[in-house]
């Protein structure tokens, strides 16, 4: 699994310089459709509900104080080429459909979806947070947006598994079950 620092560091190699607020929200949102699309996070790092949206707290450090140069695009310890090649598919699409939206654009967006509402609680609207935005709500929310046909980036086509025979099936069965284990739960509870 890749970090979330690993994840905008590539959306920077792609955007060139964005400012940390649509950097962020395009971190997030990512995430968030990986999960919709793929059943599984694509980083285990938390995303926290902060006033102005969801934000990787790991990110918003090392964009903000580990650079020399606060216009750089390149993030201390990150490695963008870590991203597998069906994650990158699903990251180019999410930048395809958000990445021209405006910080404002974003942050209203983030805003008016279910994720950050129900972690934000019932705070007032500039009170400081660190509670957690869940994958299984990001899941929930995006999965429900995805299979509705709602406004969003459109699902790239990723290469089927390969095909597996003899005594490698069992293997590739069990890992195929680990794989979409949280998916099925969450599934199972609807």
């Not at 990986?34 to 996070?41: E, S, T, V």
């Not at 990150?78 to 405006?102: I, K, Q, T």
Request: glycine share 6%; aromatic share 12%.
């Amino acid at each position: 699994m890749v970090a979330a620092l690993d994840v905008s560091a590539y959306i920077y190699s792609r955007l060139g310089w964005i400012d940390s607020w649509r950097l962020q929200k395009l971190t997030y949102y990512a995430q968030s459709w990986h999960l919709a699309w793929d059943g599984r996070p694509l980083f285990p790092d938390a995303i926290q509900a902060w006033p102005d949206g969801p934000v990787i707290p790991e990110v918003f450090r090392e964009n903000k104080y580990g650079r020399d140069n606060p216009y750089s695009t390149t993030l201390p310890g990150a490695n963008p080429s870590a991203l597998p090649p069906e994650a990158v598919r699903m990251v180019d699409a999410v930048l395809a459909y958000y990445g021209e939206f405006s910080k404002d654009e974003l942050i209203a967006l983030t805003h008016d979806e279910s994720p950050w509402q129900h972690a934000r609680q019932d705070l007032p609207p500039g009170a400081h947070s660190a509670n957690e935005i869940t994958t299984s709500s990001m899941r929930n929310c995006y999965t429900k947006k995805s299979l509705r046909g709602e406004d969003g980036p459109v699902r790239p086509n990723l290469a089927p598994p390969p095909t597996v025979s003899g005594e490698n099936y069992a293997q590739a069965a069990q890992y195929q079950i680990g794989r979409w284990k949280d998916t099925l739960d969450w599934l199972a509870e609807r």
